[in-house]
């Protein structure tokens, strides 16, 4: 599966952004997909995952009550709605998919197998 990721931008905080991630092939609904983020000079972290339906998702503890992330199969993409931006939000946000399945949601980058290019999100204090 190949991964495009859009939706970045520069907003201040407090603002909203929705982050979006088309995937091509017609496997999309078997993979559980993420998003992740990464700051200049640190690593990737993980921020949101959702199961390949859709009925379970899990969020980094940075972002939980603020950020939702969602998928339509029927459209092979998934989002990540961003409420409540605050400088610290600032990274390049990138979407990941898994193939195999879990029980659980992944949340480290070698759990996934493939990956978007990342969009850009910067907000100003």
């Known amino acids: 599966v190949q991964l495009q990721a859009s939706g970045g931008g520069l907003v201040q905080a407090g603002d909203s952004l929705r982050l979006s991630c088309a995937a091509s092939?017609?496997?999309?609904?078997?993979?559980?997909m993420g998003w992740f983020r990464q700051a200049p000079g640190k690593e990737r972290e993980f921020v949101a995952g959702?199961?390949?339906?859709?009925?379970?998702?899990y969020y980094a503890d940075s972002v939980k009550g603020r950020f939702t992330i969602s998928r339509d199969n029927a459209k092979n993409t998934v989002y990540l709605q961003m409420n409540s931006l605050k400088p610290e939000d600032t990274a390049v946000y990138y979407c990941?998919?898994?193939?195999?399945?879990?029980?659980?949601?992944?949340?480290?980058?070698?759990?996934?197998?493939?990956w978007g290019q990342g969009t850009q999100v910067t907000v100003s204090s």
């Open positions: 990941a998919a898994r193939g195999s399945g879990l029980l659980r949601i992944a949340t480290t980058t070698d759990d996934y197998d493939h």
């Open positions: 959702i199961s390949r339906s859709g009925a379970t998702t």
């Open positions: 092939g017609r496997t999309f609904s078997s993979h559980m």
